[in-house]
């Protein structure tokens, strides 16, 4: 009898699997393929390329700060970014928002079966490119691939370090009577662009994403000496849920102007049409400041120097309160309580 062929065949290349298989996540030779050809390829780093289980850097003198999220946003491409660039620049800001410079990043990557590996690779890159911009490396991560149709598509999640560099403490509790309100640019675009990919909405304007790294004009008025009390990026919940919770840190009473605050037509549009209110809808590229009111015309100054920031305008004030609240004066004169918003307007929109 003659003996059984048993010639190895090695697996295909990556770029020879148009989707992802769950024997990408096995730990055998197709999760080699792909962490060697899709992750590492565009991550490639001195750090990254030990291939070791846990990353050895060095950090430059000051505090350190630590942040983690997860984004399950859908879909995953949308007008303006997508899942990945997002996840990065999301990352970014919240280190941005203790006054970090942003270091360094891990990321995890969970896969649902079935994902084009075309998608995969584009989302990859664009996490690259937006490090790039940021000027900080992904140093670390890990790949799972679950079962069709329990995973979205993709989620990813993403840790970053950052060093504050100075003395400063940024946090809610530091805001006080006294205070304005800044904020970097127009409200509510992220929230509109992703529920018109999803409702299959057509506007009169393109809505495109405002996701964006603020890190910059943020480490710029440090380094300007701006006496910045607190700073918070307007993601889920948008504006009302960023001012409620730091009026409800601080104890204190926050007084906002309609007719100051930014939102372009084409959202207020939209959000009529959808019954949402804009100052609730999530933005990914926009933070509030709240500085001295001596300080303000220096602060907006500085921030309007960034493409990110160019439409920054004073919103509010702080006042003392016996009951921390936030309150809105309407075009028409009228003020109302600006609440938290309640339930989920938008789901997954990051």
Do not use: W
Not at 15 to 30: K, Q
Not at 71 to 88: E, L, Q, R, T
């Amino acid at each position: 009898m003659n003996a059984p062929d048993f010639n190895a065949v090695c697996p295909l290349p990556v770029s020879e699997y148009p989707r992802v298989l769950m024997a990408h996540g096995g730990g055998g030779r197709l999760t080699h393929q792909l962490i060697e050809n899709v992750f590492g390829k565009a991550f490639s780093n001195p750090i990254l390329d030990t291939r070791h289980d846990s990353a050895q850097f060095c950090v430059p003198a000051g505090r350190l700060a630590m942040t983690t999220d997860s984004y399950v946003v859908h879909p995953i491409f949308f007008s303006g970014g997508n899942i990945g660039s997002m996840a990065v620049y999301g990352t970014v800001n919240d280190l941005a928002m203790s006054g970090a410079r942003p270091l360094y990043l891990s990321c995890g990557f969970i896969i649902e079966e079935g994902l084009p590996m075309k998608s995969l690779e584009r989302i990859v890159f664009s996490m690259r490119d937006a490090a790039r911009r940021c000027n900080v490396q992904i140093i670390t991560g890990d790949t799972k691939v679950v079962d069709k149709s329990e995973g979205n598509g993709l989620f990813i999640n993403t840790s970053g370090i950052g060093v504050i560099e100075s003395s400063v403490t940024i946090a809610p509790r530091n805001v006080q009577p006294g205070d304005v309100v800044l904020v970097n640019g127009d409200l509510g675009r992220h929230g509109m662009a992703i529920m018109a990919i999803r409702e299959g909405l057509q506007f009169d304007s393109a809505i495109e994403s405002d996701s964006a790294p603020i890190h910059e004009p943020v480490l710029q008025l440090i380094a300007a000496g701006i006496e910045i009390h607190c700073l918070r990026d307007l993601t889920r919940g948008g504006l009302a849920a960023a001012l409620n919770e730091i009026a409800e840190a601080a104890g204190i009473k926050i007084s906002v102007e309609e007719k100051s605050i930014p939102v372009r037509e084409d959202i207020h549009a939209a959000c009529e049409m959808l019954g949402l209110d804009p100052l609730h809808v999530a933005n990914e590229g926009r933070f509030v400041a709240f500085v001295p009111s001596k300080n303000a015309k220096e602060a907006l100054k500085i921030m309007r120097q960034h493409p990110v920031s160019v439409g920054s305008i004073m919103i509010g004030s702080v006042s003392e309160t016996s009951t921390p609240m936030v309150t809105l004066k309407s075009t028409i004169g009228a003020t109302r309580i600006l609440d938290m918003p309640s339930g989920e307007q938008l789901p997954r929109i990051c």
